[in-house]
């Protein structure tokens, strides 16, 4: 088998569950969705969230939303916006040493691997510690697939989500704040919740 061959093969097989053997996720905090592999990463950048000054409003509310989740409780998918070097980032990266002992671990996705979603969800299912699927200013074109892909999953996809799945979007842009108002003004006429 070529090189070339064996590349394919692998690039085919998808996320499997089998490859992530007991205690995977409780040794290491955070990970990127990696062709078709979780890679953890070893050494996690972890601001202390004191330190962040500036976005009181934002972390409490981040904070009681995350208090939530690893408790199993009713949570909303998060979206933060703003310009680059606001902390949104490191907000989030922050909450790994405030959660990370609770159970919380963060994926980080790019939009290169939007397609893998549905065998990551495999993969996280039924786990006990929560998952923030951290998506790092996704930039695209509403007329690529990769965007039309995660439009579904976040409107709502035939496949259940995990109940120890959250989204989390960092936002720069405007190019997928359509998609959230869409979902937020979906909620908000039909349930009390409040959002970010």
Do not use: C
Request: glycine share 6%.
């Amino acid at each position: 088998m070529s090189l070339v061959e064996q590349l394919v093969k692998e690039l085919s097989k998808g996320l499997n569950t089998r490859d992530y053997p007991e205690g995977f996720f409780k040794e290491h905090l955070a990970f990127r969705l990696k062709i078709n592999k979780l890679e953890p990463v070893k050494h996690p950048h972890i601001p202390d969230i004191n330190s962040l000054l500036g976005v009181e409003k934002q972390k409490e509310v981040l904070l009681r939303n995350t208090a939530q989740f690893v408790k199993g409780l009713p949570a909303n998918d998060v979206l933060l916006w703003g310009a680059r070097g606001t902390g949104k980032s490191s907000l989030v990266k922050a909450l790994l040493g405030v959660f990370g002992k609770e159970g919380l671990r963060i994926v980080q996705v790019t939009k290169h691997e939007i397609p893998e979603l549905a065998d990551l969800y495999e993969v996280l299912r039924d786990k006990e510690e929560k998952f923030i699927l951290f998506f790092d200013d996704l930039t695209f074109e509403p007329h690529e697939d990769a965007f039309r892909l995660l439009k579904s999953i976040m409107e709502g996809d035939v496949e259940e989500r995990p109940q120890n799945v959250l989204f989390t979007q960092l936002q720069t842009g405007d190019t997928s704040l359509r998609i959230w108002k869409k979902r937020i003004n979906f909620r908000r006429k039909h349930s009390t919740k409040s959002f970010l």
